[in-house]
T-cell receptor
Framework: SQTIHQWPATLVQPVGSPLSLECTVEGTSNPNLYWYRQAAGRGLQLLFYSVGIGQISSEVPQNLSASRPQDRQFILSSKKLLLSDSGFYLC????????????FGSGTQLSVL | GQQLNQSPQSMFIQEGEDVSMNCTSS?????WLWYKQDPGEGPVLLIA?????ELTSNGRLTAQFGITRKDSFLNISASIPSDVGIYFC???????????FGRGTSLIVHP
């Protein structure tokens, strides 16, 4: 069966520090991968998605970047965090052609202080 | 871009009550989805709808794809405490294969 792993679960970082969140998927090949952000009291905002290794599409211009160095690995990064980067970050995957069926990780709660 | 209006924003109900929530769109969708997010977790897909007028159930949950293709409804019958969470609608259409999410309905069930 397929599983998605996302870490860390919580993270407290100072303003201006770098960020690296990692997500890996097991049990499937060539998944579509996604990063979402959920601000308090708001919905899910799509940040990045990838349909293959090295292919990244950005939905919202911002202080963050994403990379997909391996088929089942998706990384969210920042060189310098801003206060506004605080939020709940979710990684998700879907099978190609079944993009409506998203499978989410358990999320990372990021607090930038 | 596509926008979804989900209502109500929050609901506080007694155990055993039925729940109704809905989602409307400014655009026509060809797929409607309902997800549930438990506190501190990622959302989980509850129901997927693919055809206008379609009515689909998953246990005590029933969802409908509106005839106009611009809305969808979710009903929960005989609510229980574990129904607590945030319910998201999502729609897909207009050439985008990635669903657009609503802002969610937060449900609290009092025992």
């Amino acid at each position: 069966s397929q599983t998605i792993h996302q870490w860390p679960a919580t993270l407290v970082q100072p303003v201006g520090s770098p960020l690296s969140l990692e997500c890996t998927v097991e049990g499937t090949s060539n998944p579509n991968l996604y990063w979402y952000r959920q601000a308090a009291g708001r919905g899910l905002q799509l940040l990045f998605y990838s349909v293959g290794i090295g292919q990244i599409s950005s939905e919202v211009p911002q202080n963050l970047s994403a990379s997909r160095p391996q088929d089942r690995q998706f990384i969210l990064s920042s060189k310098k965090l801003l206060l506004s980067d605080s939020g709940f970050y979710l990684c998700a995957w879907s099978a190609a052609g079944l993009e409506e069926k998203l499978f989410f990780g358990s999320g990372t709660q990021l607090s930038v202080l | 871009g596509q926008q979804l209006n989900q209502s109500p924003q929050s609901m506080f109900i007694q155990e055993g009550e039925d729940v109704s929530m809905n989602c409307t769109s400014s655009s026509i969708f060809n797929t409607w989805l309902w997800y549930k997010q438990d506190p501190g977790e990622g959302p989980v897909l509850l129901i997927a709808l693919y055809k206008a007028g379609e009515l689909t159930s998953n246990g005590r949950l029933t969802a409908q794809f509106g005839i106009t293709r611009k809305d969808s409804f979710l009903n929960i019958s005989a609510s229980i405490p574990s129904d607590v969470g945030i319910y998201f609608c999502a729609g897909r259409g207009g050439g985008s294969y990635i669903p657009t999410f609503g802002r969610g309905t937060s449900l609290i069930v009092h025992p």
